[in-house]
């Protein structure tokens, strides 16, 4: 059974960090991501990781955000540095298998304010 469990979410205020968890199991996963959904907006990608190690980043956190895996624990982390108030959502880890079929976390809410 496929599980994407997510953590970390919370407030925090500008300019301050926060590393969010994705703990994937159950199947081997081709690439494992984070999307975002703000009110009102369309869900949008951050960040993927593949299996291979390579990353993509959307450009509006290039510089700012780091995807990374440790394998041992199955778990992928976000560390996001320098957060702006456009980093507001609710923030859902996604993981892929192959053939391709899309798994989706429970979401987690970020919220970047004074």
């Known amino acids: 059974q496929v599980q994407l469990v997510e953590s970390g979410g919370g407030l925090v205020q500008p300019g301050g960090s926060l590393r969010l968890s994705c703990a994937a199991s159950g199947t081997f996963f081709t690439s494992v991501g984070w999307y975002r959904q703000a009110p009102g907006k369309q869900r949008e990608l951050v960040a993927v990781?593949?299996?291979?190690?390579?990353?993509t980043y959307a450009d509006y956190v290039k510089g700012r955000f780091t995807i990374s895996r440790d394998n041992a624990n199955n778990t992928v982390y976000l560390q996001m540095n320098s957060l702006k108030p456009e980093d507001t959502a609710v923030y859902y880890c996604?993981?892929?298998?192959?053939?391709?079929?899309?798994?989706w976390g429970q979401g987690t809410q970020v919220t970047v304010s004074s």
């Open positions: 996604t993981a892929r298998t192959y053939p391709p079929s899309d798994y």
């Open positions: 990781i593949y299996s291979g190690g390579r990353t």
